[in-house]
Nanobody, 120 residues
Framework: QVRLVESGGGLVQPGGSLGLSCAASGSIFRIYDMGWYRQAPGKQRELVAT???????NKADSVKGRFTISRDNAKNTVYLQMNNLNSEDTAVYYC??????????????WGQGTQVTVSS
């Protein structure tokens, strides 16, 4: 059983910063791409940023220059540092990963989500 657990969400003022973490655990052979997605009220879930095992990144235009994605392969963890937050960043943030296990082929996994609220 593979599990992704996010942490770090909360309430922050506009212009503030927040860091998110997501740790994967279970019978993991190898973790390939990892990333963050978010879903705002009344909106579809959208990509925030992804990162490959060797550090190549892909980001949504709306977060470029403000958010940084990184990972620690030894800890099976992906991070999202969010700076200069604004109200449009308010959403539930979900961790995502493509993981190969010893018992089955590569599958896509999601965390439970963590709420980020930007408000004064």
């Amino acid at each position: 059983q593979v599990r992704l657990v996010e942490s770090g969400g909360g309430l922050v003022q506009p212009g503030g910063s927040l860091g998110l973490s997501c740790a994967a655990s279970g019978s993991i052979f190898r973790i390939y791409d990892m990333g963050w997605y978010r879903q705002a009220p009344g909106k579809q879930r959208e990509l925030v940023a992804t990162i490959s095992r060797d550090g190549r990144t892909n980001k949504a235009d709306s977060v470029k220059g403000r958010f940084t994605i990184s990972r620690d392969n030894a800890k099976n963890t992906v991070y999202l540092q969010m700076n200069n937050l604004n109200s449009e960043d308010t959403a539930v943030y979900y961790c995502n990963a493509n993981i190969g296990t010893y018992s089955k082929s590569t599958s896509n996994y999601w965390g439970q989500g963590t709420q980020v609220t930007v408000s004064s």
